[in-house]
């Protein structure tokens, strides 16, 4: 009955524009009640379309005043208007169309177009938000050359900026002034940004390797001026990074980033002038972590990136989303590798695809990374679409080569610059410029699910040869059930029993011997078979994680032990500690559910110990091999997962390690836990890190004396990192030691909202009994902002997306919590309520009871009247 208007949008329908917009001219007035948006357009037919004489313009939330063609003002007969569009007929070859609507900036809460964000106006266009500032042809195929004249009050707005350079400026009467910006080259809408208001800017220079001097401005309440240096830093590092690995050079004379509060998103690569949420540019060692430090460095990398991935080459239609997203966060991967340590990168690359990439790919979410349909594209800025669009990336890098990859990306530039493209044109280039047939690599953008590859091994001691058997399969999902073969670049080596890696050879007389091997899998079934193995050798699969894919192996307990042990392969290495903790937690569940004792083996503590012990190991790596897999991944590993008892064997496995292991834990943290100056490069990281991981194993044991350890860091630490550390470990513990640490850092920290975030953050996340009710009353405090994305996320957001624990009660309050804060909130930002229910979407690998609880949500939501679109396509999905 309702959602009547929900229209699923089609790839296979897109239809080039009816016309082409050359230039646009905006005039936006800023006032305190209403902004006044003219637009003046030149547009012409497109060559493609000869008879085209309509144009429907895409427009929403605003009141339109006037409609001019070439000077002459349209009678509201001579045209249509409808919630979306406003539709003209009867139209010339070229001609210049006048559109003058009103809109209010100050009541926009979808933070989607023009609005405010601490009384700053500033605009989020991308993808559909442009409709929203006037009428126009919002779609990426349609780039033009933008003028933008802002006025506005000069006492409050001091700040004008736009896209591109200020090319002229000046007063007005009645205390107001105006800027003009010009930006020179052709964008599409949904990079299109303004800003106005009182910001103090920080300034620096960068001097690209042509020899030009780009300004570089970065644009944030007064406040927070002292905090703008390490983003300032991450930008000249990025723009250096990219002429060094990649050739490019930034294009304009300057390039601002402006901060804000409320964000939807993390950042926007809008031409010339970013928009930032403000947590991902403000950092110093008393506010922000060694990883908040880290992912300032890789957006600002990230939206810089886009200036050539995403906008001198652009994409056709947002069914292409990414060509730009999956290209630039492999770009922004590479660049945190290169300038940090590429193994810890990689893994954390990984765990983060696994976790929640894997998950979506196994609900009923499900979607290529390039979509065939969809009803709200807002749905579609997924971890599908950038994690797993990043490593279908990767797998021409690896196929490839660094230098072969060059290559490709030389000649996408070089056809495309300027365009507005296809992923079609992206694999070309990477064919032609290797001269190579990779037609194959298309399935991975048309075909969902995470393939499966069943690997097994012959040894044949007499003839000393060694075969490996591949088969590939795939499960169904939304768009398919019957899947072709995916081309799978599988890199392996084999281990021989001293644990040494050998050099591979095949019969066809192999010149390219080396210990590692990437092979090819283009088939359902495929063999590869090494000669001259002296002894049965124990193979370390998917080496680096070559490729986007479960691999299954008989792997013993021994085998993980050996692997962890001696596997050269660093990733690998990794990976064994988490296969083999991940093997181990799912036989307890089954013992636990079967009524049987569980326990760990000493050979296990001992393998962990090891790895603890392992002094030639780097910190950070040592690290990441004892942090083991989350509840989450282990509940997509199980039919009807409970989430209880996946918490309790955790723990549990958690506890009985740090029992077994806590000499060496007590050794290594009193050997890290020195007075050390703060440093944010990668060896004092990795200190911290792993010095962290051993107080939240010890935290897991019952010990007075631990809590006062942790309450100890907290008040001595002399940076985030470590005192966030320390509070995390004490919010799982009911001890005095908690609710003091929570004042203090309350007390020091409620007038800085970021900080306060993590606050929230901490709380939401506990699994302690009582946390869905301290989450309900943390919503009345006075920190919280039931507007603001960033408070969502810290409260709301954390304690349904990663709590499972709490958010899976049994008595199903956590879910009725989050359907009514979704609900509410979809009234007033239906993007981000979008994301929030989500957390509903698997209510089909839970175990009954708690399933049927879940759908009843949904089907609340999917009943209620006037839900949004994006909320509604979410639940919709998630029931079918
Ligand atoms: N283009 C996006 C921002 C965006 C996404 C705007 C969706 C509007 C709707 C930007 O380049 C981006 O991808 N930002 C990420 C961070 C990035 C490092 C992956 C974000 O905002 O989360
Ligand atoms: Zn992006």
């Known amino acids: 009955m309702k959602q009547g208007q929900a229209q699923v949008i089609r790839l296979e329908e897109y239809q080039v524009p009816f016309y082409e917009a050359e230039t646009i001219h905006l005039n936006v007035d800023l006032n305190d009640e209403s902004t006044i948006v003219t637009s003046t357009v030149k547009y012409h037919r497109h060559p493609q379309q000869p008879d085209a004489t309509t144009l429907a313009l895409h427009g929403e939330s605003q009141e339109l005043l006037s409609v001019k063609i070439d000077g002459v003002l349209l009678d509201e007969n001579s045209y249509e208007l409808d919630e979306t569009h406003l539709s003209l007929r009867d139209l010339p070859q070229a001609?210049?169309?006048?559109?003058?609507?009103?809109?209010?900036?100050?009541?926009?809460?979808?933070?989607?177009?023009?609005?405010?964000?601490?009384?700053?106006?500033?605009?989020?266009?991308?993808?559909?938000?442009?409709?929203?500032?006037?009428?126009?042809?919002?779609?990426?195929?349609?780039?033009?050359?933008?003028?933008?004249?802002?006025?506005?009050?000069?006492?409050?707005?001091?700040?004008?900026?736009?896209?591109?350079?200020?090319?002229?400026?000046?007063?007005?009467?009645?205390?107001?002034?105006?800027?003009?910006?010009?930006?020179?080259?052709?964008?599409?809408?949904?990079?299109?940004?303004?800003?106005?208001?009182?910001?103090?800017?920080?300034?620096?220079?960068?001097?690209?390797?042509?020899?030009?001097?780009?300004?570089?401005?970065?644009?944030?309440?007064?406040?927070?001026?002292?905090?703008?240096?390490?983003?300032?830093?991450?930008?000249?590092?990025?723009?250096?990074?990219?002429?060094?690995?990649?050739?490019?050079?930034?294009?304009?004379?300057?390039?601002?980033?402006?901060?804000?509060?409320?964000?939807?998103?993390?950042?926007?690569?809008?031409?010339?002038?970013?928009?930032?949420?403000?947590?991902?540019?403000?950092?110093?060692?008393?506010?922000?972590?060694?990883?908040?430090?880290?992912?300032?460095?890789?957006?600002?990398?990230?939206?810089?990136?886009?200036?050539?991935?995403?906008?001198?080459?652009?994409?056709?239609?947002?069914?292409?989303?990414?060509?730009?997203?999956?290209?630039?966060?492999?770009?922004?991967?590479?660049?945190?590798?290169?300038?940090?340590?590429?193994?810890?990168?990689?893994?954390?690359?990984?765990?983060?695809?696994?976790?929640?990439?894997?998950?979506?790919?196994?609900?009923?979410?499900?979607?290529?990374?390039?979509?065939?349909?969809?009803?709200?594209?807002?749905?579609?800025?997924?971890?599908?679409?950038?994690?797993k669009g990043a490593e279908v990336v990767r797998l021409y890098h690896t196929l490839l080569g660094r230098e072969g990859f060059r290559k490709g990306m030389d000649l996408y530039f070089e056809r495309h610059d300027g365009q507005a493209v296809t992923t079609e044109d992206f694999l070309a280039a990477m064919a032609d410029a290797n001269e190579a047939d990779l037609s194959q690599m298309q399935t991975w953008y048309d075909q969902a699910g995470t393939p499966e590859v069943a690997v097994t091994m012959d040894y044949d001691a007499a003839n000393k040869r060694c075969t490996l058997n591949f088969v590939q399969s795939c499960p169904a999902t939304p768009e398919s059930d019957d899947k072709a073969p995916f081309l799978i670049p599988f890199k392996l080596s084999l281990l021989n029993p001293q644990g040494k890696t050998i050099v591979l050879k095949t019969d066809d007389n192999d010149i390219a011997a080396d210990t590692q091997r990437v092979v090819k899998i283009t088939e359902q079934q495929q063999s590869v078979t090494f000669v001259d193995v002296a002894e049965k050798p124990l193979p370390s699969l998917l080496c680096d994680f070559s490729a986007p894919v479960k691999y299954h192996f008989d792997y013993s307990t021994e085998d993980y032990i050996f692997l962890m042990q001696h596997d050269s392969d660093d990733f690998n290495r990794w990976e064994a500690s988490q296969r083999l903790a991940q093997q181990l937690m799912l036989q307890m569940l089954e013992d636990r559910k079967a009524g049987r004792a569980i326990g760990v083996s000493p050979e296990v503590v001992n393998a962990y110990q090891q790895v603890l012990d392992n002094q030639d190991l780097d910190h950070a790596l040592r690290a990441e091999a004892l942090s083991l897999p989350g509840e989450s991944d282990i509940a997509g590993e199980v039919a009807e997962a409970d989430p209880e008892a996946i918490h309790e064997v955790r723990e549990f496995f958690i506890r009985t390690l740090a029992n077994g292991m806590r000499l060496s834990l007590d050794a290594c943290y009193d050997s890290l836990n020195q007075d050390e100056e703060y440093a944010i490069d990668a060896a004092s990281m990795g200190r911290r890190r792993l010095k962290n991981v051993c107080l939240s194993y010890l935290a897991s044991i019952d010990d007075e004396m631990i809590h006062q350890q942790c309450f100890a860091q907290f008040e001595n630490a002399n940076n985030m990192t470590d005192r966030l550390a320390a509070l995390s470990a004490l919010a799982d513990i009911d001890c005095p030691e908690r609710t003091k640490a929570l004042e203090v850092f309350e007390t020091q920290w409620k007038d800085n909202p970021l900080v306060m975030d993590k606050w929230f953050m901490i709380q939401a996340g506990s699994s302690l009994p009582n946390t869905l009710e301290q989450v309900k009353a943390l919503q009345s405090h006075p920190s919280f902002d039931a507007n603001n994305p960033n408070k969502i996320r810290s409260l709301i957001g954390r304690f349904a997306m990663a709590n499972p624990v709490n958010f899976h009660r049994a008595d199903g309050e956590g879910y009725t919590f989050l359907t009514d804060f979704v609900i509410d909130l979809d009234t007033r930002n239906p993007q981000v309520a979008s994301r929030l229910v989500r957390a509903l979407a698997k209510w089909r690998q839970l175990e009954p009871v708690r399933a049927q609880l879940m759908k009843a949500c949904l089907e609340r939501i999917h009943q209620t009247n006037g839900i949004s679109n994006d909320v509604f396509e979410i639940v919709d999905k998630s029931l079918s």
């Not at 050539?308 to 290209?327: H, P, Y």
């Open 95 to 387: 001609f210049e169309l006048e559109v003058q609507s009103r809109i209010y900036p100050q009541k926009n809460t979808s933070l989607e177009g023009l609005y405010q964000s601490s009384g700053n106006y500033c605009t989020q266009c991308e993808a559909e938000g442009f409709r929203k500032i006037t009428y126009f042809l919002d779609r990426p195929d349609v780039m033009s050359i933008f003028t933008t004249r802002m006025t506005a009050d000069k006492a409050t707005n001091p700040v004008l900026l736009s896209n591109g350079n200020c090319i002229e400026k000046g007063d007005l009467d009645n205390g107001r002034h105006f800027a003009v910006w010009h930006d020179p080259f052709i964008k599409p809408a949904y990079l299109f940004a303004l800003v106005a208001g009182n910001l103090s800017c920080v300034s620096d220079e960068y001097t690209t390797m042509s020899g030009r001097k780009v300004a570089l401005e970065i644009y944030t309440e007064a406040h927070n001026v002292s905090r703008c240096d390490h983003a300032m830093q991450s930008l000249k590092r990025a723009m250096k990074w990219d002429e060094e690995r990649f050739g490019l050079e930034y294009d304009l004379d300057i390039y601002m980033i402006v901060a804000v509060d409320d964000f939807n998103m993390g950042a926007m690569e809008n031409k010339g002038l970013n928009v930032f949420n403000s947590k991902l540019v403000f950092a110093s060692p008393d506010t922000a972590t060694d990883v908040d430090y880290i992912n300032i460095e890789a957006v600002i990398g990230h939206e810089y990136f886009h200036n050539w991935t995403g906008n001198r080459v652009t994409c056709r239609d947002w069914f292409q989303l990414s060509l730009k997203e999956g290209l630039t966060v492999f770009r922004d991967q590479e660049f945190t590798a290169d300038l940090h340590s590429r193994p810890v990168k990689r893994i954390e690359d990984v765990r983060m695809l696994r976790t929640h990439q894997f998950a979506e790919d196994a609900s009923p979410m499900a979607h290529p990374i390039r979509p065939a349909s969809f009803i709200e594209i807002n749905n579609f800025y997924t971890v599908t679409v950038y994690e």
